[in-house]
């Protein structure tokens, strides 16, 4: 009989022990949510993080830049992710939510990368201009030169738009509402379209609440079938164009290089979508990309702090490091010294 008890007691310690050990292990597996544009960066980082440190491997999860500040934002502990990905900067009322709920953000800025309009080679290559695009995908478009009076999107084909533009049915796929790309590309493309009018460039100048409109002017993307939102995942956008020569897609220049063989980039504003012209700024629809880490969880998962490290070290986004194999633009030598030393100091963000 004792024996027997010996045995269960010893047996119930090492079933408590082990589950312990479970649940420590389990409460060390960094959760990232976020930007479908960051994710092959995140991802790559997570892997080789699993493979080379005592810690699991991460679970990234695309979610989208809105969609993963939402979840990231809600609150502290288990059951909320410790980093979340964005194709943006935190947005205003993003970081005050955060804020709110007590969340401590540290800011750490990956490196840059173009927004490209891409379509099959099998089809025309483009040559676009900010104002083309603002035309070819926004809901209202200007009736008259300068921009003063206001219609509903007429234009069927893209030589509809500009006579030089081939005579295709404009047919774009494109992200959600929910993801950083679409919040850029609206931003960065369509916006510098509208103010190619000269009534739209002074209604934005005006005060507050003309900014305001000419925002919803130049960034309501129409709504009748010429733009198609095609969810999160880019890969899919890219099978679609392969099968579609005369669609384009709207996605991170990584998915453009990554598809070389089977895509091609439109020029913009007469630049095309390459490495060095981003990184130079000549491309005019590049974009910062970033993630944040939950500052709150370092003390219940420490491994946050060695993945950070990983992220930021030379050999993953230095110049020479691994994500720029896989289509990450790197930040210039000062700037990649600076976020480097605020990571490793966890500094908090403040806007």
């Not at 439109?266 to 993630?291: C, H, M, Q, T, W």
Request: charged residues 25%; hydrophobic residues 35%.
């Amino acid at each position: 009989m004792k024996k027997s008890l010996k045995t269960i007691i010893v047996g119930f310690s090492f079933a408590v022990i082990s589950l312990f050990a479970v649940n420590i292990q389990a409460e060390e597996q960094i959760r990232i949510v976020g930007s479908s544009t960051v994710f092959p960066f995140s991802t790559a980082v997570a892997e080789e993080f699993g493979r080379t440190t005592k810690y699991k491997t991460p679970i990234v999860e695309s979610t989208g830049s809105g969609g993963g500040m939402k979840l990231f934002c809600a609150g502290m502990g288990p059951e909320h992710p410790d980093i979340t990905n964005a194709s943006r900067r935190i947005k205003s009322k993003e970081y005050k939510k955060c804020t709110k709920a007590g969340i401590k953000i540290v800011e750490v800025k990956v490196g840059y990368d173009g927004i490209v309009l891409a379509n099959s080679k099998k089809g025309e290559v483009f040559n676009l201009t900010t104002r083309d695009i603002y035309l070819g995908l926004a809901e209202k478009v200007p009736a008259n030169e300068d921009g003063s009076k206001l219609q509903d999107n007429p234009y069927e084909t893209w030589q509809d738009v500009n006579p030089s533009l081939p005579n295709i049915k404009i047919e774009v796929l494109g992200p959600p509402p929910t993801s950083g790309t679409r919040d850029a590309f609206v931003e960065l493309a369509m916006d510098k379209g509208a103010k190619s009018f000269p009534a739209l460039k002074e209604l934005r100048g005006s005060s507050k609440a003309g900014k305001s409109e000419f925002k919803k002017i130049a960034r309501t993307v129409r709504e009748d079938g010429a733009f198609i939102e095609a969810g999160e995942n880019d890969n899919l956008i890219v099978q679609k164009l392969d099968s579609n020569p005369n669609a384009i897609g709207i996605f991170g220049y990584s998915f453009l290089d990554q598809n070389s063989d089977k895509l091609q980039g439109a020029n913009v504003n007469g630049v095309s979508p390459e490495f060095e012209k981003i990184l130079s700024g000549d491309y005019a629809i590049s974009r910062s990309l970033y993630f944040y880490i939950k500052k709150n969880h370092i003390r219940m998962k420490p491994s946050i702090v060695q993945f950070a490290k990983e992220f930021t070290s030379g050999s993953s986004m230095g110049t020479d490091g691994y994500l720029v194999d896989k289509g990450l633009i790197p930040l210039p030598r000062n700037e990649y010294k600076k976020v480097k030393s605020s990571t490793k100091n966890l500094v908090e963000l403040e806007l």
